[in-house]
């Protein structure tokens, strides 16, 4: 799988049924199934229909490309809530768990609007292939700890680790796993970013970076370690290894 098309069509090929109701959460202008297969689509998002075309006239990208959202995200109320309570048999994201504050409570509020036996599949950045490269994997205990706190914001740990840690390859913040090329700084003023969290902590909660960092290793581990907890009621299914620079990641749910 060469690209995110064939990530997609893998997905698709092999998973996604025929007259399958699905939901994609958080398409922004670029979703990751458009509907014109034998299934239907519906998108949940922050941004309504509107805002993601001028977004898209804003990026220079054709105004169709921003996908119709029928379900508008408030992140104050639940997935299901968000949707009307309605049910799905496929859910999909794209670079979306990295950024929940609560990851647990995230794959609750999926498993609420599956079907039994439903699926869930979404792409995740490689922690190694991106800017990410120099921040720890996400731990056990930090997962745990964001639930018990029902976190609804990033942590400042996760600001300041970006700051801090944050580095480009090649000029960029993402590469293939081909790059060799050295990292460099991706916050050239590091220390004065630092300094101003610590003079106003409180700008952690209009972040919107990367909470969590894995690797498809660390992802089956950390997963596999909640469910035998008791935490989360999905399956793993499948951990399809990191191509360019994101994997794939399967769950089922399991029969209520």
């Not at 995230?106 to 439903?118: C, M, T, Y």
């Not at 720890?136 to 740990?157: F, K, M, W």
């Not at 909660?205 to 690797?215: A, L, Y």
């Amino acid at each position: 799988m060469k690209n995110r098309k064939d990530k997609i069509a893998y997905i698709e090929t092999n998973y996604l049924g025929t007259s399958a109701t699905v939901l994609e959460i958080g398409p922004s202008i670029n979703p990751m199934l458009t509907g014109q297969g034998s299934y239907s689509v519906e998108y949940l998002d922050a941004c309504s229909t509107e805002e993601l075309r001028e977004r898209a006239v804003q990026m220079g990208r054709d105004i169709d490309c921003a996908p119709s959202i029928k379900h508008l995200h408030d992140f104050n109320q639940s997935v299901a809530h968000c949707v009307g309570h309605k049910t799905f048999d496929f859910v999909v994201s794209s670079h979306v768990i990295e950024h929940v504050p609560d990851l647990v409570g995230h794959f609750k509020e999926v498993r609420e609007i599956l079907n039994d036996g439903g699926k869930y599949a979404f792409l995740v950045p490689d922690k190694d292939l991106c800017f990410d490269a120099k921040k720890s994997n996400s731990s056990l205990g930090q997962i745990v700890e964001a639930r018990l706190e029902r976190r609804t914001v990033a942590p400042v740990s996760a600001l300041i680790d970006e700051y801090y840690y944050g580095v480009k390859r090649a000029g960029s913040g993402a590469w293939s796993n081909k790059e060799s090329a050295p990292f460099t700084p991706k916050h050239v003023a590091s220390k004065e970013l630092i300094m101003n969290v610590l003079k106003n902590p409180m700008i952690a909660e209009q972040w919107h970076g990367h909470i969590w960092r894995f690797t498809p290793a660390s992802f089956k581990e950390v997963f596999n370690e909640l469910g035998k907890l008791g935490l989360v009621d999905l399956r793993l299914v499948e951990v399809v290894p990191t191509e360019h620079m994101e994997f794939i990641v399967i769950l089922d749910a399991v029969e209520s």
